[in-house]
């Protein structure tokens, strides 16, 4: 199982970015897929889950309104538009599938919110 995250970088407060995560090595169509985010000093919490299909949504209250998550079963991706942000959005961002019971994690992708 790989997951690897990319998009993210240094954007204004308001800015904008969308983060993306590369899966394989497991039928990521059958997965719900989960965003998480790490501020310094803080635990890890979710940001926004898609279920396998994509055909559900959620999304943790802080970002929603704000945040987009979508999946593309063919491209084996899911991404995370991120829109008018806020330097309390500032974190390491992972991605995650949780497959047969055990939770796996990408690298991780910085977004810092800062003008």
């Known amino acids: 199982v790989q997951l690897v995250e990319s998009g993210g970088g240094l954007v204004q407060p308001g800015g904008s970015l969308k983060l993306s995560c590369a899966a394989s090595?497991?039928?990521?169509?059958?997965?719900?897929m989960t965003w998480y985010r790490q501020a310094p000093g803080k635990e890890r919490e979710w940001v926004a889950f898609?279920?396998?299909?994509?055909?559900?949504?959620y999304y943790e209250a802080s970002v929603k309104g704000r945040f987009t998550i979508s999946r593309d079963n063919a491209k084996n991706t899911v991404y995370l538009q991120m829109n008018s942000l806020k330097p309390e959005d500032t974190a390491v961002y992972y991605c995650n599938a949780r497959i047969g019971g055990a939770p796996y994690w990408g690298q991780g992708t910085q977004v810092t919110v800062s003008s």
């Open positions: 898609i279920t396998n299909a994509g055909g559900s949504t």
């Open positions: 090595g497991f039928t990521f169509s059958s997965i719900t």
